[in-house]
């Protein structure tokens, strides 16, 4: 069993976030969490703090989820789970991945461009997280990735035990590699685009270490909006 975690505001990209999330189950059972999260009600009184508390959609909010259950419902051995959550911490979110024994967390574009401060935190409690991340980028996707490029950070992990990862987990091949790109985005993009597409790359594969959580005032882009395709997450401590 894979379960997934896709973080939502219910936007439209949340569709291609669960087509994406059915390719990866491959065909293995596998249940779906789309999580929303909200802040804590601010109130001293129980009547209050239930009022406070339901959940509304919008009519756009509706039809999204209506049309991923009707997805859903077309694939026998995936099924879909909302899960509401009001407030969020480290324990709570780390509680969350493994009740649902999540091995994968799905990032919608549009979740990572949320301005409150608990969809941000939440982003980067997933990161501290050892299972893997697919951040999704701004085009739609139907979710069926089979090419990547290596983005190499400062870590001794070679892409050949990143590629041995990926084929007990993912159906992803590494087909061209790159050092990290981050500092000098504007020197290699030409030779980044020609790479992708001379080998048809419709995936980015990065490591991560595990960081303290902070806020920052200003957002840095991230890899996968300068190259527009998605990126896929591995904790080091996986490989």
Do not use: W
Request: hydrophobic fraction near 35%.
């Amino acid at each position: 069993m894979k379960n997934i975690l896709i973080p939502t505001t219910l936007q439209s990209d949340t569709i291609s976030a669960v087509k994406s999330a059915i390719y990866q189950a491959n065909k293995k059972d596998c249940t779906i969490i789309l999580m929303m999260v909200a802040e804590k009600p601010d109130t001293f009184s129980a009547s209050q703090y239930l009022r406070e508390m339901k959940i509304g959609f919008t009519p756009n909010q509706e039809e999204v989820l209506e049309t991923c259950r009707y997805i859903i419902k077309h694939h026998l051995n995936c099924k879909i789970k909302i899960h509401n959550q009001f407030g969020l911490s480290s324990l709570i979110f780390k509680g969350i991945i493994d009740f649902y024994e999540v091995k994968l967390v799905v990032f919608p574009h549009s979740y990572k461009q949320e301005t409150q401060k608990i969809h941000q935190y939440l982003v980067q409690l997933a990161s501290n997280q050892k299972c893997p991340i697919l951040h999704l980028g701004m085009e739609e996707y139907e979710g069926n990735f089979n090419k990547a490029l290596y983005v190499e950070n400062n870590t001794n992990i070679s892409a050949e035990n990143i590629q041995s990862f990926l084929n007990k987990n993912f159906c992803l091949e590494i087909v061209s590699q790159t050092i990290n790109f981050e500092d000098n985005f504007e020197e290699v993009e030409t030779s980044l685009n020609e790479a992708i597409s001379k080998y048809k790359i419709d995936m980015l594969v990065q490591t991560r270490k595990i960081q303290k959580v902070k806020f920052k005032k200003t957002k840095k882009e991230d890899t996968n909006e300068k190259l527009g395709l998605p990126i896929l997450s591995l904790s080091e401590e996986l490989i």
